[in-house]
């Protein structure tokens, strides 16, 4: 079993930047893909980003292409979500998510994640 541990969330002005930190316990954790996703209230959960076992590869929604950068230090069993110029929009909760594949497709579906972590809230103001 795995567990996938969330930080870096807070409230942020529009414009500004934050970098969450997803810290995976197990011993495998560079054998799967990793994806980040949010939750805004009222509405369904929906992919942001994702990160092949090797980070050779990576993808994005297209809301946060150009802002956001995904990337992981499996030496650490870590991956991080770099996010610059956020905006209101932006604001939600934040899962990481694990995907047991050394693959290089990413997958952009939440039923394709074998782990999750509790959730980072990120709130942008005005």
């Known amino acids: 079993q795995e567990q996938l541990v969330e930080s870096g969330g807070g409230l942020v002005q529009a414009g500004g930047s934050l970098r969450l930190s997803c810290a995976a316990s197990?011993?495998?954790?560079?054998?799967?893909?990793m994806g980040w996703f949010r939750q805004a209230p009222g509405k369904e959960r929906e992919f942001v980003a994702g990160?092949?076992?090797?980070?050779?590869?990576?993808d994005y929604a297209d809301s946060v292409k150009a802002r956001f950068t995904i990337s992981r230090d499996n030496a650490k069993n870590t991956v991080y979500l770099q996010m610059n110029s956020l905006k209101l929009e932006d604001t939600a909760v934040y899962y990481c998510a694990a995907h047991v594949s050394i693959a290089i497709a990413i997958m952009t579906d939440t039923k394709w994640y074998d782990y999750w972590g509790q959730g980072t809230q990120v709130t942008v103001s005005s």
């Open positions: 197990g011993r495998t954790f560079s054998s799967y893909a």
């Open positions: 990160i092949t076992w090797s980070g050779g590869h990576t």
